[in-house]
């Protein structure tokens, strides 16, 4: 493995991070800065955090930065069901 990008974790954040953003600009002027702000923030720090961790020497630092990315995915989980909720 040469660099993040060949994580497969780190892929799927990035398609992941695609879907939001093409979703956040269907949601009503109102939510740009609430939830499309949180949303969008949360699915950066998703790929964000993976590879921050991947550029770690120590392998404990590494596994820190996967959970940290692993909380942003449960974060942007709760945001899909307030927007659900939201309409």
């Excluded at 990315?69 to 069901?81: F, K, V, Y």
């Amino acid at each position: 493995m040469k660099s993040f990008k060949d994580l497969e974790a780190w892929k799927k954040g990035r398609v992941l991070r695609g879907d939001i953003s093409v979703l956040t600009k269907t949601f009503p002027v109102e939510e740009k800065f609430k939830l499309v702000d949180q949303l969008i923030r949360a699915s950066r720090s998703v790929t964000a955090n993976l590879a921050e961790g991947y550029g770690r020497f120590h392998y404990q630092e590494n596994i820190q930065f996967c959970r940290v990315s692993r909380g942003s995915l449960t974060e942007i989980q709760d945001h899909i069901t307030v927007a659900y909720d939201e309409g």
